[in-house]
Nanobody, 121 residues
Framework: EVQLQASGGGLVQAGGFLRLSCAASGLIFDEYAIGWFRQAPGKEREGVSW???????TYYADFVKGRFTISKANVNTVSLQMSSLKPEDTAVYYC???????????????WGQGTQVTVSS
């Protein structure tokens, strides 16, 4: 019964900025990870960034490190700030909840609907 909702996507030019938000419920007293994943047409879903509650730790895939920042906006919300966006960042971005934090989708068992990010060249 964990509920997740991703929002904040849109259309931006290359080099631009977007801030995504994941609103989550049922997490306060759970040992959990919140992960951001993305999926482009014809490609597999890949891990972008994730947060582990028990450690208060953040992690990033190499292809976004230095450009994206994950943070806990409040007790119910995890955000993903995306800077210096590239056309190859175009994808549907999903937030997900799991027990183990990783960039592997198999470690997550609850998923939100996703939000579209489009970066024009």
């Amino acid at each position: 019964e964990v509920q997740l909702q991703a929002s904040g996507g849109g259309l931006v030019q290359a080099g631009g900025f977007l801030r995504l938000s994941c609103a989550a419920s049922g997490l306060i007293f759970d040992e959990y990870a919140i992960g951001w994943f993305r999926q482009a047409p014809g490609k597999e879903r890949e891990g972008v960034s994730w947060f582990v509650s028990s450690e208060d730790s953040t992690y990033y895939a190499d292809f976004v490190k230095g450009r994206f920042t994950i943070s806990k906006a409040n007790v119910n919300t995890v955000s993903l700030q995306m800077s210096s966006l590239k056309p190859e960042d175009t994808a549907v971005y999903y937030c997900a909840r799991g027990i183990q934090g990783s960039g592997d989708r198999r470690d997550y068992n609850s998923w939100g609907q996703g939000t579209q990010v489009t970066v024009s060249s």
